[in-house]
């Protein structure tokens, strides 16, 4: 089976850095996904996974542990328009498209 | 270039009645995939279509549900005799072939209200 586990809510302030995390047992593993989703809107794609490490790209930083089931997507400089909800979604396999199943999400509050 | 194309953007329907939900891929996208967002919880998938096949439909529910990529025009998800507990926003998502960087793109969703 596939589960995907993320907190559902966290608060940060304006300029802090937040972590936002997510394990993951699935099936299979061929890649790990982070979207922002604003309210009301489609998510969008902001990284990808699929060798442990670092991945970093402006404010934004995903790291992966494929040993542990471990993802966290990190933000600086947090804006207030980084309030949004934030998905963690795996790709299980090779072969089946691009089929991700995703977390529920962790929705940001950043105040200031 | 345009992106996923989704219409209508809010769809309201009385109980009973049939909802057609029409997605356009990307340019150069052959895999379309759906999924829906109920208030307050992630997205679930419910189908991957390539022209004119279901790839998977496991998250298909078995009845009333149904969804289609022609060789020509968008993909559409058909929910008949729809019901209350149908009301959701439905996003559709389309990639290339092969595994991509960027997992999907998404389109911007449409919202199903049932009355």
């Known amino acids: 089976g596939q589960n995907i586990d993320q907190p559902t809510e966290m608060t940060a302030t304006e300029g802090a850095i937040v972590q936002i995390n997510c394990t993951y047992q699935t099936s299979g593993f061929n890649g790990l996904f982070w979207y922002q989703q604003h309210a009301g809107e489609a998510p969008t794609f902001l990284s990808y996974?699929?060798?442990?490490g670092l991945e970093e790209k402006g404010r934004f930083s995903s790291f992966l542990s494929r040993s542990k089931g471990y993802s966290y997507l990190l933000l600086k400089e947090l804006q207030m328009k980084d309030s949004a909800s934030y998905l963690c979604a795996v790709r299980p396999s090779t072969g089946g498209g691009n089929k991700l199943t995703f977390g529920t999400g962790t929705q940001l509050k950043v105040e200031l | 270039n345009a992106g996923v194309m989704q219409n209508p953007r809010h769809l309201v329907r009385r109980r009973g009645q049939e909802a057609r939900l029409r997605c356009s891929p990307m340019k150069g996208h052959s895999h379309v995939y759906w999924y829906r967002q109920l208030p307050e919880e992630g997205l679930k998938f419910m189908v991957y279509?390539?022209?004119?096949?279901?790839?998977?439909e496991s998250g298909m529910p078995k009845e009333r549900f149904s969804a289609e990529f022609p060789k020509e025009g968008p993909s559409i998800l058909r929910i008949q005799q729809v019901v209350r507990g149908d009301s959701a926003a439905y996003f559709c998502a389309s990639s290339p072939p092969g595994d991509s960087l960027m997992g999907y793109t998404f389109g911007s969703g449409t919202r199903l209200t049932v009355v």
């Open positions: 279509l390539q022209k004119e096949n279901i790839i998977d």
């Open positions: 996974n699929v060798l442990d």
